[in-house]
């Protein structure tokens, strides 16, 4: 796609339309790579693929594209200079595995183009959607907790040493390459507090960054983000910042999703995104999400529909969602598109 720069404010809508209303996400990286065999215990987690076997990490966006995926997000999230660096790599060789990140995810976007010039026009192929249109790559940055890998994402928490001035610094080189290496937009997700998306608005700013970006939290109690700060206050910093065309939740549990979108929505006029983690399900006789138990892990897709009325533009899985996941959020909005045609 040609490149947004010229035009921020629309890039995001532009596409929302031409992706008749709604974009579908991707979902989890790191159980698909394990699941073609990637092994991923390693500080670096799915980033360590990026050294490894980024055929896997090609392989993963190729299935999610053809789940029905028009963003893919790289394989970046755990991918910091810092700790490659911290595994023998010269600071070159560390910026080219973040650029190599974005390339995988744009020769994944190749193949699948390709596949579509020859798969059948009409829709699916052997279960696979292959039907060309616009697909965004979004470069994946991952929280300064993230890159601790003590799950301090998880938490929020850093410590009083770490403030808006080190996690600028933090980060600031690696927003600069991934800028530059031809994705589409930069992922912010996971995002545990309000200094770090402040750290993120910032630097945007200072760097002049010539990409779009959207910005995402997490949260564990459904009313603010998980380092306890308030998710209006981390969502108005986010409304705030020119570059950013899209803010909302990942990695969080989808019964939290309905209340944090309404939330949301409360503070900004950006489009809204969720991908939330799967292993819930929801229990209609108790009327609440409860654990799964292991059959199904992908009961939040029947929320989906609910969820896009009420104000989420973009939706696809975190943690534990599969493209099996991706196929039925897909399948849930085309009959959605079918039924409001045919109302009309
Ligand atoms: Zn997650």
């Not at 789940?67 to 595994?87: N, R, V």
């Not at 292959?130 to 979004?138: D, F, P, Q, W």
């Not at 409304?239 to 989808?254: D, E, F, L, Y």
């Not at 943690?319 to 079918?338: D, Q």
Request: proline content about 3%; charged content about 20%.
């Amino acid at each position: 796609m040609s490149h947004p720069a010229a035009n921020t404010s629309s890039f995001m809508t532009d596409f929302l339309r031409q992706a008749g209303g709604v974009a579908i996400l991707d979902g989890g990286l790191a159980t698909e790579l394990e699941r073609h065999g990637a092994d991923l215990n390693d500080p670096l987690w799915s980033a360590k693929c990026l050294l490894t076997s980024p055929h896997l990490v090609r392989a993963v966006h190729l299935d999610y594209l053809e789940a029905g995926a028009d963003i893919i997000i790289t394989a970046s999230y755990q991918a910091t200079i810092q700790g490659f660096e911290a595994k023998g790599f010269s600071r070159g060789d560390s910026e080219a595995l973040l650029r190599k990140s974005v390339e995988i995810a744009c020769e994944a976007r190749d193949i699948y183009h390709g596949r579509c010039r020859e798969g059948s026009p009409d829709g699916n192929n052997d279960g696979r959607v292959l039907k060309h249109r616009s697909i965004l790559v979004a470069a994946s940055v991952g929280s300064y907790g993230a890159y601790l890998a003590d799950g301090s994402e998880y938490s929020g928490n850093y410590g009083d040493a770490i403030t808006l001035e080190t996690l600028k610094d933090f980060h600031r080189r690696r927003v600069q390459i991934l800028a530059e290496s031809g994705a589409d937009l930069i992922a912010f997700e996971t995002i545990p507090n309000r200094v770090e998306a402040q750290a993120y608005a910032e630097l945007l700013e200072e760097e002049d960054i010539k990409i779009p970006a959207w910005f995402s939290f997490n949260s564990k109690d459904g009313i603010n983000v998980v380092s306890g700060d308030s998710l209006l206050e981390c969502a108005s910093v986010v409304q705030s910042c020119k570059n950013a065309v899209a803010v909302g939740i990942n990695c969080t549990p989808p019964r939290f999703i309905h209340g944090l979108i309404l939330s949301i929505k409360k503070v900004t006029t950006k489009p809204i995104l969720i991908y939330p983690n799967s292993g819930e399900s929801y229990d209609g006789d108790r009327k609440e999400w409860v654990q799964n138990t292991g059959i199904s892990d992908q009961d939040f897709v029947s929320y989906v529909n609910k969820w896009c009325e009420i104000g989420a533009a973009l939706v696809g899985g975190c943690c534990r969602t599969t493209p099996h996941t991706i196929r039925a959020i897909y399948e849930t909005l085309s009959n959605r598109s079918a039924a409001s045609l045919s109302s009309q």
